[in-house]
């Protein structure tokens, strides 16, 4: 049995209209356009409608990677959504998408926060190689907007709503091929980046509504230190795998949380800042579906052209981290 090469077959993203810039957040809580772009490089970013579920947005980009893909939904075999933003606790976001989109084929949601995509495509990837499944649509989604305290200074600045998706199959001649994936998690530093209650340890209630304990919290500090450094190990450790050095890197797709992450991570491993795609000023922190609008801009506006060796990188909640590596 020959074991296939996997390749991207098709991309697509999808961001709602509605733009929340600096200067309207300035007018909701104690912020300036100048701290946030100083801090973090956002300048807007998409929020959705209120009540708009995390699969509208995730069946839109699906359709648009399906058509980039020139296939149908009935020709996927699998459906894996990556979002910490799910339309409810159950059932996965995943079959919701399967039924918006007409597809019949399993589905499931990944829960790795900002690193699902990459998650998620390493997934595929084993899937297809094993022969289980011939396409993969794998997809990065958040409506990340209706679990942020818009009270809060220190979060609510630096989040997005948006969504991205890939069909993932063997490589088609010319195509681009999935060189290596690498995954991590450090589950001792859960406490550092959650939503604490809606779940079995704190299900909810009027007191920990009342406490906001269902809103995204985080100790910024902490998660900007690791984030430095666990998406410069992951970086090296895809380029170990798929048998590349630093050099051969033309674009490196990181997960899009913070500009001074992004500057620090380039100086740490000594990639030039020109290589790292950047689209947080217009959308910030889009978790799942950070990296995987990123790759399909990238894509599409011609940063990315056949020949291209593109490495994908995030870091998120869990502690997770992940990485691919990709011959365009
Ligand atoms: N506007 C104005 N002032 C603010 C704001 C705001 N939006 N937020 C915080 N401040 C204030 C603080 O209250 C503090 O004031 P004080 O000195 O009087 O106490 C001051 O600014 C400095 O606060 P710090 O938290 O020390 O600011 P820092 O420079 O560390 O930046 C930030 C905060 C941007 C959150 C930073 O820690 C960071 O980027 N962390 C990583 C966050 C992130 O990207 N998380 C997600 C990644 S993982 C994932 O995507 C799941």
Redesign the pocket.
């Known amino acids: 049995m020959t074991i296939p090469s996997v390749g991207i077959l098709g991309l697509g993203s999808y961001l709602p209209p509605k733009v929340l810039t600096n200067l309207d957040l300035e007018k909701i ?4 356009d100048d ?2 772009i100083t ?2 490089g956002i300048k807007e970013r998409r929020i959705a409608e209120k009540g708009t579920p995390t699969s509208d947005l995730a069946s839109e980009a699906a359709r648009a990677a399906l058509k980039d893909a020139h296939l149908n939904s009935s020709d996927i075999d699998l459906i894996i959504c990556a979002t910490i933003s799910p339309d409810m606790l159950f059932p996965s976001t995943a079959c919701i998408i399967q039924r918006k989109i007409g597809a019949s084929c399993p589905a499931f949601d990944i829960s790795a ?2 690193s699902g995509f990459p998650y998620a495509l390493g997934i595929a990837e084993s899937f297809i190689r094993a022969q289980i499944c011939r396409h993969v649509l794998v997809i990065g989604a958040e409506v990340i907007s209706s679990f942020i305290n818009w009270k809060d ?2 979060t609510c ?2 989040f997005g709503d948006g969504a991205g998706a890939a069909v993932v199959g063997p490589s088609v001649k010319n195509g681009n091929r999935i060189l290596a994936t690498f995954l991590g998690s450090d589950g001792n530093q859960a406490d550092l ?1 959650k939503i604490p209650a809606g779940g079995s340890a704190i299900p909810s209630t009027k007191e920990s509504i009342d406490a906001g304990l269902h809103y995204v919290r ?1 100790e ?2 902490e ?2 230190k690791c ?1 430095v450094k666990t998406m410069g190990d992951a970086i090296f450790e895809v380029l170990k795998r798929s048998g590349r050095s630093l050099e051969d890197i033309d674009c490196l797709i990181p ?1 899009q ?2 500009l ?2 992004l500057n620090a991570v380039a100086e740490r491993v000594g990639i030039p800042k020109e290589k790292v795609y950047i689209n947080l000023d217009r959308y910030g ?1 889009m ?1 799942a579906a950070s990296t995987i609008v990123a790759l399909s801009e990238a894509s599409k506006d011609g940063t990315i052209r056949k020949g291209s060796f593109v490495v994908l990188v995030a ?3 869990g502690f997770t981290w992940a990485a691919n590596a990709i011959q365009w």
């Open positions: 809580v104690d912020t300036t701290w946030i801090r973090t926060a900002c200074r220190s600045v630096l980046l985080m910024g500090s998660v900007f984030a997960h949380a913070n001074r992450i922190n978790s870091f998120g909640s």
